[in-house]
């Protein structure tokens, strides 16, 4: 089993509508919980950053973590074409020389 | 992006050559990292270095060197290049590892022909 798995899509919906990007993850290590965007040609760019189970909200975007379930969701309330991007979730936990664990991403398309 | 640079930012380059990629940081950020990303497997780390003349591999990391001889510059080197290294390459920085967000550049698109 991966120890972070991200639903594949691609993930398309119209203008306007609540998306849910979801990763589960299997090491109860993992301590902090991210979500990183990236444009197309870009880098990814880090957008959400958690360390804590529950809510954590920025604007549209809230993110959640359910350390007992293993799971964290990204939610993007009012989506708009500029959201279309590629989202990848990513895990931390502290210890020597303990590195980022990134699941594989998934292509969001907001249509007008 | 702000602080990390990646040069160059497209390259093509014929099988069996040696290849160097470079990237540069102002941050003075301990940690640095190298990725490839391809379609279906994500990111991918192939080297990381944890400060001036430490590194360390990742999990793809045949065929590749790294150096790092300053803290702000970070080099990745195809040893002789294969098409099967045609991605694109993304450095990242970070002041912290396993529970800091990391920074990345803006990668390089490798083409071996």
């Known amino acids: 089993q991966k120890e972070v798995e991200q639903d594949p899509g691609p993930l398309s919906v119209p203008e306007g509508a609540i998306v849910s990007l979801n990763c589960t993850y299997s090491n109860s290590a993992f301590q902090y919980f991210m979500w990183y965007r990236q444009y197309s040609r870009k880098g990814p760019e880090l957008l959400m950053y958690t360390y804590s189970s529950g809510n954590k909200e920025d604007g549209r975007f809230t993110a959640q973590v359910d350390k007992s379930s293993k799971y964290i969701s990204l939610f993007i309330r009012d989506s708009q074409p500029s959201d279309s991007a590629t989202y990848l979730c990513?895990?931390?936990?502290?210890?020597?020389?303990?590195?980022?664990?990134f699941g594989k991403g998934i292509t969001l398309s907001v249509r007008p | 992006d702000a602080g990390i640079t990646q040069s160059p930012r497209h390259k093509v380059t014929e099988t069996g050559t040696p290849v160097t990629l470079r990237c540069h940081q102002t941050?003075?950020?301990?940690?640095m990292y190298w990725y490839r990303q391809d379609p279906g497997h994500g990111l991918r780390l192939i080297h990381y270095?944890?400060?001036?003349?430490?590194?360390d591999k990742g999990e793809v990391s045949d065929g590749y060197s790294v150096s790092r001889s300053k803290t702000e510059d970070f080099l990745l080197t195809l040893e002789s290049a294969t098409s099967s290294q045609t991605s694109v390459y993304f450095c990242?920085?970070?002041?912290?590892?396993?529970?800091?967000?990391?920074?990345f550049g803006s990668g390089t698109r490798l083409t071996v022909v």
């Open positions: 270095s944890y400060g001036v003349k430490d590194t």
């Open positions: 990242a920085i970070s002041d912290s590892q396993g529970s800091g967000g990391y920074t």
């Open positions: 941050e003075n950020h301990r940690y």
């Open positions: 990513a895990l931390g936990r502290l210890g020597a020389n303990s590195k980022l664990t």
